[in-house]
């Protein structure tokens, strides 16, 4: 009988690992979120790895960005060029980003078989089909559980644009401390702005009295959650201190003139700040790539504005020395069908479609799978977005078949049915 | 309307005289358990059955001692109705010198309009899980659920209307089934989670891997009373559930091959199956099916599932519902996690569980009962103050030596937050007011006790009405994401921030007329300012150090006097002692 949905929540695989004794739950070498360790904060900050991902909404055409099909039935009308990696050519759509190449992968054989805005955004953001009734951990959440520093202030989950606010459904099980905050066109996390009402020193001064009356009351009580209250507290205190992260302004002319003078730009600016002080994980989205009306000039437009703006991200990532501990994902919840309609568009196919990854712990210059001469099928390592979400946790340094424990159950990190694109990794 | 203010002469000697002062453990129930041991129980209230049951497993083992009354005035608004009490309302019980207070105040507490509301708000939590949806509009859900808790409907009753709902005549009810959208697997997983204390999602496919008990057939046993059901919606958009007359239920299992039911039948976990009337084919509805129009068959499993579920026959059914309420007052169920109820699980103390589920079925599913007996416990009635020299296996929760903390509910916090400062008391005057002026409700004024019920209850929908937005806010910061049970304590940032930088919290802090700050800092003579403080806020007097340490807070700086009270409401509302029920 086929599994709707409790096979995957709960997977067979993983129970039998406990069944033979496996660890369920993570040991130190895996995570940072509440281990104690013998690091310095400096150093583990050093170390701390992280995951950025510009999400191309509406689905991207591959035909047009990571596989161009030029010269057949569907390839449309631009050119392949060249990149800087030999062999390996991209759209004409994207001549900046080509000469970041050696720093990426490309992975052209994803196979996702879901065609619906909601259900593929569902799939690629969490690695899992979606289940009625039962929601996953975003990517972001889990990497804001798993690779976030307690000492860290900064949400560990943070979505760049959008309306302002917390988004605890991103958490799913693992709870709201890891909930996606959303920095509304850019905004600094609502209510991080002392109110003028109230002077440092009031408010030093009531945190100080807050204190003592919550020491007071933990004396003589077990602790484990009036500590956590207490922290965060502490931890609202260091958030404004740090607000200064949030602010773009604080840029050069130059750099900002080099992200680009639009709203792609600025989130991508910021993500970067944001990544720079150690945010876990950041989500930067760029609309609109639904074209089911005149794909191509709507992509010369959209990808015009990506191209310079992301080809600079990697850049600036790179000279920062950001890159190699950063993993960059572009993704969109699927790609666009080879058949280009009477509309000169083209429709959601998730069939054969690619992402292109760069950074920390893949294979720099690397391109996984193949699809057929016109883009219609994948003829070589067909994967999914299971396959995927493995590969970024991997790419971080943390191990997808370990489990999460919900109310003493394991619950695995990810859909331990597949596993992670291994010869993609370095 | 202001009764004098608080001052240390006024206070009992006793109440004034307390300070944290080490509690001795109670080496009583070493006696209560031998006595316990070799009595006979039947025929005593059943709270004290309760206490003989928890005091044996505890076998002489010590125990926190009483809760102060301080402790107590504040647990038991909290649990019963939702919020912490007034200044008044807390001065009114310190000072009260009668023997049986405590159980004068539960049944007064249990008879409060707020009482309604508070159950509305637990069973919205517990059954909807903070779930949007608009098949029925929540205001219609929770006023459904504040109307049955007014008249104490009995909750088999309560859970019958829900379990056998299709939002035809009494809509609110289908709210359970409509805003998880009618798909039997989520409803069998739901159904068993949260009526039958069963999480059996693993076993659709195959018997759970972990769990002995939670066989394949458990689930499709609840599955068949679901699986002909459907949402029906009609020409108008409008959404209902109905239901076929056909439609079997077979499984396989994706591990055992021999595994290969066909047409399995509905049963209850730990029930027989159910004995089904068979029609012909074409005799089989009341309602036939067509285009656009709800079918209505002639025998409806899912009425059966209401039926059976609920007539007090269902062990699993009826302990469920005993462990929530358990949870509800101790803060962990006997049986934890809620919906992991099988033999690798078992219950911390299985014969009180059995007991509790006995009787409250046999009280009629009357949870005013059940949670009276339940105050009335010493268990209920302990400190949540660790006696000195106790070890953590000592004090381990499941054990109830000790009254364990249980975080505010975002309900609880707002309606607390708003009591604290003043602005639900500035709300209940106004709304009194309004409804004292209009005419159609002059004869509500007289003072027939009757009419004084039915005025207390109007006040209090009022006031609901006009804060209700106010508690949403705190639902959106504090409650848990759609669909994830709130019971796990979590503190964020953005929680922290909202108290320290947010309108709402630093807005109520005003020093407007009637407000906590103005009624604090008209008090002239530091001392009272600062007990009137303490005693509004967190229901307690400060102990010697607190009171010297606020004295000099306030009298620091006598121009930013306002600004002081300010800061220290501020604080103590954001303490830990603040944000838990203890």
Known sequence: MKCQYACQTMDHVIARRTFLG???????????????????????????????????????????????????????PFRAISTS?????????????????????????????????????????????????????HLGAVAAKLLTHESNPLPGFIRVGGGNGVNKKDAAYLGPQYASVTLGD??????????????????????????????????RRRAAETEAYVQSYEQAQRLMERRDVFDISLESPSIQEKYGNHEFGRHCLLARRLIEHGVSFVQVGHSNYDTHYENFNFHIEQLGEFDATFAFLLQDLHDRGLLEKTLVVVMSEFGRTPKINERYGRDHWGSAWSIAMAGCGIQHGAVIGKTNDNGTQVVDREVHHGHLFHTYLRAVGLDPTESFTLNGRPMPVADPAVSAIKELLA | MHPSLPSRSLLPASLACRRLSAPRIAWAAVALWLVAAASATAGEPLHVRIDQAISKALAGQPVAERSSDEEFVRRIYLDLVGRIPSLDEAQEFLHDGSENKRAALIDRLLESPEFARRMQHVFDVMLMERRSGNAVPEDEWRQYLYDSFTKNKPFNELAREILAADGVENRPPARFYLDRGGDPDILTRDVGRLFFGMDLQCAQCHDHPLIGDYHQPLYYGIYAFLNRSFVFTDESKKTFFAEKAEGEV???????????????????????????PTFAKDDAYIVAPAKNVRPVPKYSRRQKLA?????????QFNRNIANRLWYVMMGRGL???????????????????????????????????LLRELALTETYQRSSLLPE???????????????????????????????????LQRERNSQSAKIDKDPKLKDLLETDAKRQQLRAALVEQAVYAAVKGNIQQFIGMFGSAPGEPEQDFQATVHQALFFNNGGMLNGWLSAQAGSLVDRVQKQQEPQAAVETLYLAVLSRLPDDTE??????????????????????AWALLTSSEFRFNH
């Open chain 1, 186 to 219: 850019g905004k600094p996390p609502a209510n991080s702005l002392r109110p003028d009402s109230i002077s440092a020193l009031a408010d030093a001064a009531r945190n100080d009295f807050r204190r003592r009356v919550s020491d007071r009351f933990a004396l």
């Open chain 2, 307 to 315: 039926e059976v579920a609920t007539d007090g026959t269902s062990r």
């Open chain 2, 250 to 276: 077979a499984f396989k299992s994706v591990f055992d091959p021999s595994v290969d039911e066909k047409d399995f039948k509905p049963r209850l976990p730990g029930g027989a199956v159910v004995e089904e």
């Open chain 2, 389 to 423: 020299g106790m070890t953590d296996e000592q004090a381990a929760p499941e054990r109830y030596a000790v009254a364990l903390l249980k975080p505010l509910s975002p309900e609880q916090l707002a309606m607390s937050m708003m009591e604290a400062t003043g602005v």
């Open chain 2, 547 to 568: 009171r010297t340490e606020a004295v000099e807070y306030l009298t620091r700086d006598p121009s930013a006097r306002t600004a002081a009270v300010q800061q220290m």
């Open chain 1, 22 to 76: 496996g660890l369920v739950g993570f040991g130190s070498a895996m995570g940072l979120a509440g281990i104690a360790s013998p690091l310095a904060a400096s150093q583990l900050a050093a170390q701390q790895k992280h995951m950025l991902v510009i999400f191309l909404h509406g689905g991207v055409s591959q035909l047009e960005t990571w596989d161009p099909k030029p010269k057949t039935d569907t390839g449309g």
């Open chain 1, 85 to 137: 990696v030999p062999g390996i050519q991209i759209s004409e759509l994207l001549p900046h980003t080509a000469k970041q190449m050696h720093r990426m992968a490309l992975i052209r054989s994803i196979n996702t078989k879901e065609n619906d805005h909601g259900k593929g955004r569902i799939c690629m953001e969490t690695g899992r089909r979606e289940m009625p009734g039962f929601t996953y951990p």
């Open chain 2, 335 to 369: 049986i934890h996690p809620l919906d992991l109820d099988h033999s690798d699980n078992p219950p911390s103390h299985p014969e009180l569980l059995d007991m509790l589920a006995e009787e409250f079925a046999a009280s009629g599913f009357d949870v005013k009962f």
